[in-house]
């Protein structure tokens, strides 16, 4: 099993920043690629960034410029810096770890989302 804690959501008014967190704990040997996804109401989920092991990132059109995403290979954990917010990034922001278990299985788990709101 492998548990997600994700953090750092909230209101803030447009233009504004945010910095999520996403920590990785559990029975998983070594972490591949960490996203961040987000769902915003009657939408489906969408990848707004991604990193892989060797820190390869990748970004949806709509936020390059304005989001960053980052890794903490020795803490486990996945962030993605917000800045320059607008009303269009409100969603619910899921954290997503793909990699390989102690059983050498490979693995995916989801984080249990955190709400980010744009608004004045």
């Known amino acids: 099993q492998v548990q997600l804690v994700e953090s750092g959501g909230g209101l803030v008014q447009p233009g504004g920043s945010l910095r999520l967190s996403c920590a990785a704990s559990g029975s998983i040997f070594s972490i591949n690629a960490m996203g961040w996804y987000r769902q915003a109401p009657g939408k489906q989920r969408e990848l707004v960034a991604r990193i892989t092991s060797s820190s390869s990132t990748n970004y949806k059109d709509s936020v390059k410029g304005r989001f960053t995403i980052s890794r903490d290979n020795a803490k486990s954990t996945v962030y993605l810096q917000m800045n320059s917010l607008k009303p269009e990034d409100t969603a619910v922001y899921y954290c997503?770890?793909?990699?390989?278990?102690?059983?050498?299985?490979?693995?995916?788990?989801w984080g249990q989302g955190t709400q980010v709101t744009v608004s004045s």
């Open positions: 997503k770890v793909d990699g390989i278990s102690s059983s050498n299985l490979a693995v995916s788990s």
